[in-house]
């Protein structure tokens, strides 16, 4: 039987690398960040003085209490809620309409098999990169003179923007999907159209509706601030009073879109939950 060796001669565990290596790459990396950082806030030039100074505090409190009380007045409070429909309706028409022409893009943008030439996935690629370049507020400005004031104008600017962040999306999804069921499918002579919607599609479609439910929370915040260019809403609301200095109105517009991004928080939340079981 062979004899167990003392405790001291067994081999020493590795020692964990050193923090600093000049042949690490990741360290002149994490450099180069750190550099970039401080540079930026030393060209920014930012007013930390001024911004902590007890002046600005006491401006900053009165200024908030002109938000109290704030307005609930039954006509008001209708107003508001009629506001926060149309917010919560253009947030989801919007990222359905996305989530549609974001999949039907995803696939020309995206390499299905390896050898693939995908000719077309650099044109869509850049035509996706084009929509999400361009914010919400932009895509509503430049709506506004074609579908005029009021939601449509605000629903086609959430769906444009949001259509080039789910294609993109959708394609890393589905380039990263497992290829043995789709190559399976191959071998039996199943063609390109079929593989996907057997193979492909059933692995990423929890993926799936886990970014267009993500891309839902932050639409219903863009569709809040669209209304400020005219595109309908609790915005367009918000722009009007706060531009009247009517403060107690504006607190209970701002309290609406608090309660209906944590309504929308909160049904995203649960709707994840459910896919992952």
Request: hydrophobic share 55%.
């Amino acid at each position: 039987m062979p004899v167990n060796q003392p405790t001291a001669a067994r081999k020493a565990p590795p020692l964990p690398p050193p923090i600093w290596d000049a042949r690490c790459r990741a360290c002149w990396f994490t450099v180069l960040l750190l550099a970039f950082v401080a540079a930026s806030f030393w060209s920014l030039d930012l007013q930390w003085g001024q911004f902590l100074s007890w002046q600005a505090a006491k401006d900053m409190s009165r200024f908030l209490g002109e938000f109290f009380p704030p307005e609930t007045s039954a006509d008001f409070l209708w107003k508001v809620t009629i506001g926060a429909w149309e917010t919560l309706a253009m947030s989801a028409l919007g990222t359905v309409l996305a989530a549609m022409g974001g999949l039907a893009l995803a696939l020309p943008a995206s390499r299905l098999v390896a050898g693939d030439t995908a000719w077309a996935r650099g044109p869509t690629r850049l035509l996706l990169n084009a929509l999400r370049s361009i914010p919400e507020l932009v895509w509503a400005a430049l709506l506004l003179i074609s579908a005029g004031l009021g939601p449509f104008a605000g629903t086609l600017a959430l769906a444009l923007h949001t259509t080039g962040v789910l294609g993109r999306l959708f394609a890393e999804a589905v380039e990263n999907a497992p290829t043995g069921p789709g190559d399976a499918l191959r071998a039996q002579g199943v063609g390109q159209g079929r593989v996907f919607l057997y193979a492909t599609l059933p692995q990423i479609l929890p993926q799936l509706m886990s970014y267009t439910l993500y891309r839902w929370e932050n639409n219903i915040r863009a569709a809040a601030v669209l209304g400020v260019v005219g595109a309908g809403g609790l915005g367009q609301l918000l722009a009007f009073h706060m531009g009247l200095f009517q403060m107690g109105k504006t607190a209970t517009i701002l309290g609406a879109m608090l309660i209906l991004v944590g309504i929308v928080d909160a049904t995203s939340h649960l709707s994840r939950r459910l896919l992952s079981r």
